[in-house]
Nanobody, 114 residues
């Protein structure tokens, strides 16, 4: 059984920074893709950033240049460094792990005040 546990969300003013972490546990294959999605109130869940086990990254256009995704394969942990936060970045951020199927964390709230 795979479990994803997120941490690091919170309330921050516009222009501020937050760092999200997600630790995966269970039977984790070495070849996988981890990432972050977010869901704002009344909107669909959208991909924010993903990273493969070979460190290939992909970002949503809206966060390019502001967010950085990274991972520690030894710890099965993925991070999302979020800088220059905007109110439109507000939402619940979900960690995801893809290896054959997609696994989801419970989500962590990020609120950016103007």
């Amino acid at each position: 059984q795979v479990q994803l546990v997120e941490s690091g969300g919170g309330l921050v003013q516009a222009g501020g920074s937050l760092r999200l972490s997600c630790a995966a546990s269970g039977n984790i294959f070495s070849n996988n893709r981890m990432g972050w999605y977010r869901q704002a109130p009344g909107k669909q869940r959208e991909s924010v950033a993903t990273i493969t086990s070979a460190d290939k990254t992909n970002y949503a256009d809206s966060v390019k240049g502001r967010f950085t995704i990274s991972r520690d394969n030894a710890k099965n942990t993925v991070y999302l460094q979020m800088n220059s936060l905007k109110p439109e970045d507000t939402g619940v951020y979900y960690c995801t792990l893809v290896m054959g199927r997609q696994y989801w964390g419970q989500g962590t709230q990020v609120t950016v005040s103007s």
